[in-house]
């Protein structure tokens, strides 16, 4: 209690710093941002053993509300968070849908036993399509290291009745796809899901593979298991993923931002009916590199780097932009079409053991936060996704994604960030006497919410745990 008390008063402070240009301007009606922490269901993993389970209807906040961010990682039972050369975070998405009403989702249900007439996918703004990459939310390895709040006034909308189609409820799915690979007798070949490590020839239906797929998550699914050193003995262990999320309440000062994803394996090519929407997508998700020494391309410094064109099915402001890379990624980036970076993302490297900074583990990927307005994106302008790999080895199943959030408007100029510089530069005694009176409003609303939480004590409903 004395730590969560602690937590809090941390928190107001931290509220009252962060609103205080805010409420110089505006006269602080900011919204409170609510935190809970949330476990996965348990998996258990033992030396080389793989867990790729789709959860549904997991905990989630509930409500009309606005997320702001989403972070996760692998923690063991006593809440220690696991190191990525113990149990390899492949990836984690986060996915919305409607279920029929009265219809039970089964936390543990294959995905692909769902019943289509009860299930209605409530996926991202786009861009790829038949189920792939639906996600609003995903990392893997580089989990702890990587931004994902969303600035003001922005947020992610979510549980708008308007759009919950009738009859129907809105739920979350939570996939995690982790591999343990103490003892492993190749960790990074056991980490790119190499078919001969996993001794597996046939998919997850027990389809043949194509005799020149070398690896990726056709050969590491649920259930399998990557070879281990001979002899090892490694007890298995319950994990969980552990996972914050952040969120205001949906009101009119919230301006709602959407999710799209770029891959690098989209097939898709214009035509001259082509129209770049969605449907004409088709996202393969992952690919291999060749390893330079094979492609005689050494001269360009062992660089695999791939490059399509996408035309925007839509436009908006640029609000926050990461891409998504495995071992061996060297950078991603979003170009317009005259070469201008719009955004770029590149990844950051463990150099230790602990966990957030394991080495040769991508820890972290860098973030764009343009300022709103900034950077704007035209309907039916055409952007470069680029990804770049080093080619000195060869990987399979790596991945080349980039995550955009973008808004319709920016704030009413009233709210720029301009009109705030201005006032703080023109601070008169009038202004002073307004932020002190400001500040003693948002000091009594803050004290009378700790009063009513701890008055509350535990009744929050939500299960928030480690606080
Ligand atoms: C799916 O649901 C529909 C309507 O609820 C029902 O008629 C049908 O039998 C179900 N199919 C399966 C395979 O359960
Ligand atoms: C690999 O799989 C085959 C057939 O599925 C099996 O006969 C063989 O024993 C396996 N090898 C190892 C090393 O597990
Ligand atoms: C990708 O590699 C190319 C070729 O080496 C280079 O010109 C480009 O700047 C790289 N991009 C990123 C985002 O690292």
Not at 111 to 119: C, E, G, I, M, Q
Not at 151 to 179: C, K, R, T
Not at 355 to 372: F, H, L, R
Not at 414 to 419: A, R
Request: glycine share 10%; with cysteine; aromatic share 10%.
């Amino acid at each position: 209690m004395e730590n969560s008390k602690q937590g809090w008063l941390l928190l107001v402070e931290i509220l009252l710093i962060l609103n205080l240009p805010y409420s110089l301007a505006f006269g602080g009606n900011e919204n409170k941002i609510n935190t809970a922490v949330f476990l996965s269901p348990k998996f258990v993993l033992g030396p080389g053993s793989v867990e790729n389970r789709f959860y549904y209807n997991v905990d989630f906040p509930r409500g009309h509300i606005a997320l702001k961010s989403f972070n996760a990682e692998v923690i063991d039972e006593a809440g220690n968070p696991v190191p990525l050369h113990e149990t390899y975070l492949h990836h984690w998405v986060v996915d919305r849908y409607f279920v029929r009403e009265g219809v039970e989702m089964s936390e543990f249900d294959d995905h692909a036993r769902l019943n289509r007439s009860d299930y209605i996918s409530g996926r991202n703004s786009g861009i790829c399509q038949d189920g792939s990459i639906g996600q609003f939310f995903g990392l893997g390895s580089e989990t702890r290291k990587t931004a994902t709040h969303i600035p003001d006034p922005y947020g992610i909308e979510i549980s708008n009745p308007a759009e919950i189609p009738s009859g129907f409820e809105e739920q979350w799915m939570l996939n995690v796809h982790a591999i343990d690979t103490r003892g492993a007798e190749d960790r990074l070949g056991c980490t790119e899901c190499r078919c001969d490590l996993y001794n597996v020839t046939v998919d997850e239906y027990g389809r043949p593979l194509r005799p020149d797929y070398k690896g990726g998550l056709l050969c590491c699914y649920d259930r399998t298991r990557c070879k281990v050193k001979q002899g090892f003995g490694g007890v298995r262990r319950t994990l969980y993923l552990r996972y914050t999320v952040k969120w205001v309440d949906m009101d009119s000062s919230v301006l709602p931002v959407k999710v799209y994803i770029f891959d690098i394996t989209d097939t898709w090519k214009r035509t001259r009916t082509s129209t770049g929407i969605n449907a004409e997508h088709h996202c393969k998700v992952e690919y291999d590199i060749e390893p330079c020494r094979e492609t005689g391309l050494t001269d360009d410094g062992c660089i695999d780097s791939r490059r399509i064109s996408l035309d925007m099915p839509f436009g908006g402001y640029l609000i926050y932009g990461v891409a998504h890379q495995h071992s061996g990624g060297t950078g991603s980036a979003l170009y317009r079409e005259d070469g201008q970076v719009m955004c770029s993302s590149s990844p950051t490297y463990g150099d230790g053991e602990e966990p957030g900074n394991e080495a040769g583990y991508i820890v972290g990927m860098t973030t764009c936060y343009p300022q709103p307005g900034a950077i704007e994106i035209s309907k039916g302008e055409t952007l470069i996704l680029e990804s770049n790999y080093s080619s000195i080895r060869h990987h399979t199943g790596v991945m080349g994604l980039f995550y955009i959030l973008v808004a319709d408007q920016l704030p009413k100029p009233m709210h720029t960030l301009h009109t705030v510089n201005q006032i703080q530069d023109s601070i008169t005694p009038v202004a002073i006497l307004e932020a002190v009176v400001a500040m003693i409003g948002v000091v009594a609303v803050i004290a009378v919410a700790i009063h009513y939480r701890f008055k509350r004590g535990g009744e929050d409903g939500y299960e928030a745990i480690g606080m």
